[in-house]
């Protein structure tokens, strides 16, 4: 995953380690749209955690993004909000 900043972005790269287990690093590129293999970014952080934990975070700051509103959402990034994706994650971290 990617998410561009200005004037560089970061890149999410999720790993599995086990059935259960998945690391999760973060890298930073120094120019937006980089053509740099994402290694060669500067690491900021890299953590092995489950699978369901890294789950239930994502779906933690989603819930903060829809807590603006859906209009809002929209007006910020010009993309109607995932909420099928949103509602489907929801199910599955309550099972856990």
Known sequence: MTMQ????EY????KKR???????IVYEMSDNFSTEAVTEGRLLMSEELTLVKLTKLFYRELSKL????LEEY???WSFEFP???YEQIGRGVQIR
Do not use: D, Y
């Open 74 to 76: 929209h007006k910020r």
């Open 83 to 85: 909420l099928n994706a």
């Open 5 to 8: 900043t200005e004037p560089g």
């Open 66 to 69: 829809k807590e603006m509103g």
């Open 11 to 14: 890149r999410f790269w999720i």
């Open 18 to 24: 086990s059935q259960v287990i998945v690391q999760f």
